[in-house]
């Protein structure tokens, strides 16, 4: 029983990270209909970033804030530079364009970097809450982890669903063109829903990072996890990057514990097989699947 | 109020636009009027900048607006209903208002324009927390008129507002445009297919045939002509 | 009655040939084996090697090309799908004793088992949704190898060898090895091409144009849209599958970390740089994409810089390849080459149409 609680508690934990990186997939999916897979490369980086200015002697809070930062300059960039031009074309352009975007940054991040993994430091105490005899297999830092992504989440919620800016940007999403008649700059708020995505991620990054260590191919997974929980909340919906983040990282930890920790790969895998063969659009999407 | 000359406009290699040229009188309802497929979309879309032309000029209230993008033209008081209504589905009837009067930056405005759009268009204050996506047709059009509204425009182009709609609900939806038009002087440019309701109400009109201009003559006159009605509106 | 008029032996020949596409693709074939016969024999072991590596690149970037380019597909994981070829592979000459061709031929099929059961999961789905499944398979496969209960079977890390081929004696005792693998694979390189084009313009091939371009239209003219995309992914998981075999097969060797996320990104990118749909252009790529490394390599140690930095160069090769072409060059460089032999065609044809007309 004793297992099943750790088990249960490390998973929600690592949900959390799934459903920050879902959200970032879920943002820009919604604002331009293309899937980010250079999202890894993206958050890679900037938690590089973040490494770099502890190496220099600054504290968490100030990396963390950096890597922020440049996750939103970082993601405007993107978005302004190598994604307008694709926009409109095929969704194959997009995917092209963003994978070879990943390929470039874990190149630049290998030739700058170095290939061996460097440790980066949690926020918080690492050591299970409890004593010497019962002593959970969650810590302090797993708490500010999980906290920290239900805050933000909350935050972009309020923000979406009762600002005008957010107004504005699901508009820009929803439908460009009736937007544009209406007054709205529509490029400036796919910029902005770029930016705020590579923000999330880059979040998602630092805090997975003490876990994965810091190496251009440490975060390939986390991203496949991340569309995964994606998929599995349905790609158009926030609420559901939350739902798809938790129920992937309870599945996984249960895997991990009971089938052995190799599996964990293979086993996301099957579950985003599973997913689209039986509900493509995931639990909150509209269906949308063509009959086979 | 708008000057339009010599527009010519494509669709790769499809001609939509022939040389139209269009005068628009200010505080008056003009009515562009033709078959399917004759150009009258085209016109409005291009007019309010979402297409190029290849050639041509569009001066709206001075200034040579010809390139310009709809973000633009709305600031300087264009406002543009597109055929099919463009009512934004997943927003509520409340939002999608508020989205029309959003350039503004005027909260002011927002609260008292979204009261006033209430009081002329009752069904829609019944429904304001409603997705927009679960309105009839006809409550669809009240939306994107009042939500137009919202951005107080001097020029109103309207695309097809009766397309789709019961004739008494049509009727009424027309009604109130001219209304619009004698009490604030709101210039009106209404595309319609459905040539008797357009000339109800409209001061002026043109028709278009296959992307050129073949008819421009107060509304009454081109009513009462035989000819143009059998020929080109199909009445 | 009227006699017909005999016709010209060389007008019959040519409607023949612009009938029978074939004909064509055979005469193509027959060339260029012949050219790849007298390229083998004038290079030295290591050059055959390469050749042999560009050749089974180049058969699983076909593969790729005729999935993207006439069916609009997208696969990041055939480099996933070229481990299972060649674990196939080396499994079946372990245990089987089988011929080299049933071998590969089994290998190819195995694959093509493979890539229709992921077609069916995405076959019911828009591209990112394809791309993304076949990124886990590339990134989750591989660690299939390494599951403890399979360890015994597939070897864990360190994969399975494969035991060396040698060339048949009736070639002669001191034919170089390396010259025979790449006979093997250019064969089979010129099989899989005549294949692949014979099926793109075939009524299948009509049917998956038909399908990228606007699938309710293709519904509409009785095209089953979600077979015609599964028969896709499956025929060009048959090709990956031969690749990884014959991967297999030259380099003697089938272990997880052969077949990294680069490889997937590197058949990518060498289908994206010949010209998606083309299948000269899946050749191109491959030939860069295979020499690249090497090349990157040579050039750095030159320049003194360190390791991390020239082996990470084609990863940065690859990533603005595929960025720039895609928003530059959409069509790569058969759309190039297609672009420059129109210019010389017209510019050559204006003095001569300028003589006509005095």
Known sequence: MERFVDLTLAGVTSGAIYAAVALALVLIWRATRIVNFAQGGMLMITTFIGYTVIQHGGSYWLALAVAIVSGLVLGAVVERVLIRPVENRSPLSAVVVTFGLLVLLQGLAGMIFGGTPRSYPPAFSIIGFGNANHRLLFAPNDLWVVLVVVGVMAVLALVFRRTSIGLRMRAAAFAPEVARLLGVRVGRMLTLGWALAAGVGALAGVLVAPTTFVSPTAFDATLVYGFTAAVIGGLDSPPGAVVGGASLGLALSYVSGYLGSDLVPLGALVVLMVVLMVRPSGLFGAPAGRRV | MLDVVGLTASYGPVRALEDVDLHVEQGAITAVLGANGAGKTTLLRVISGLLRPQQGTVRFAGRDVTRRPPEALVRLGMAHVPEGRGVIAELTVEENLRLGGLWRRDRAWLRAGTSQM????????????????????????????????????????????SLGLAPLVSAQIIATLRELCNETGLTIL?????????????????????????????????????????????? | MTIATPRPLSAVLAERWNRSTLLRHLSIAVVGLAGYYLLSISLDAFHDLQLAQISYTAIAAAGLTVLSGLSGQISLGHGALMAVGAYSTALLLEHQHWKLGLVLLASAAITAVVGAVIGLAAARLRGPYLAGATLALAVGLPSLANYHELRNVLGGANGLLVAPAPPPLSLGETFPVERWQAWICGLCLVITLVLLANLASSRIGRDMRLVREDEDAAALAGVHVARTQVFTFAISAAAAGLAGGLFAFVNQLASPGAFPLSLSLALLAAAVLGGLGSLAGAIYGSIIVTLLPTWSADVAQSAHLSRSVYANVPLVVYGVVLIGVMILFPSGLQGGVRWAGRWLWVTIRRPLARKDSH
């Open chain 2, 118 to 161: 209430f009081e002329l268009f009752p069904p829609l204050a019944a429904r304001r927390s409603k997705r927009a996506e679960l309105l009839s047709g006809g409550e669809r059009q009240m939306l994107v008129i009042a939500r137009s509204l919202m951005s107080r425009p001097r020029l109103l182009l309207l695309d097809e507002p």
């Open chain 2, 190 to 235: 209404l595309v319609e297919q459905n040539a008797a309701t357009a000339l109800s109400v409209a001061d002026f009109a043109i028709v278009l045939n296959l992307g050129r201009k073949v008819e421009d003559d107060r509304a009454e006159r081109l009513a009462a002509d035989d000819r143009v009605r059998h020929a080109y509106l199909g009445m």
